[in-house]
Nanobody
Framework: QVQLVESGGGSVQPGGSLTIYCAPS????????MGWYRQAPGKQREMVAT???????DYEDSVKGRFTISRNSVDNTMYLQMTNLKPEDTAVYYC?????????WGQGIQVTVST
């Protein structure tokens, strides 16, 4: 069964930058859409950014202008470039993909923004 694997999480200071990655277990799959969701302690999981197969992105308002989502057409890896990070960005970030009308989730990676 296909899996989505995230990488690149960690801790940064406010105003810093971080890029996180998501890749399917095999590059032959072409997801109809992929996206990043996050869940902070005590809060609901929310959409951060999504991208369709042909590259049309959508962003949560709070991250517009700071985050950039992209997909690599060669290896099918999805990227989330995060800049000007804020403490409220602290959350577990989950990779999400839709393939053959089935939703797949990664295991989640921690992103912590603090002094």
């Amino acid at each position: 069964q296909v899996q989505l694997v995230e990488s690149g999480g960690g801790s940064v200071q406010p105003g810093g930058s971080l890029t996180i990655y998501c890749a399917p277990s095999t590059a032959i799959y072409r997801f109809n859409y992929m996206g990043w969701y996050r869940q902070a302690p005590g809060k609901q999981r929310e959409m951060v950014a999504t991208i369709l197969r042909h590259g049309i992105p959508d962003y949560e308002d709070s991250v517009k202008g700071r985050f950039t989502i992209s997909r690599n057409s060669v290896d099918n890896t999805m990227y989330l470039q995060m800049t000007n990070l804020k403490p409220e960005d602290t959350a577990v970030y989950y990779c999400n993909g839709l393939l053959l009308n089935h939703t797949y989730w990664g295991q989640g990676i921690q992103v912590t923004v603090s002094t």
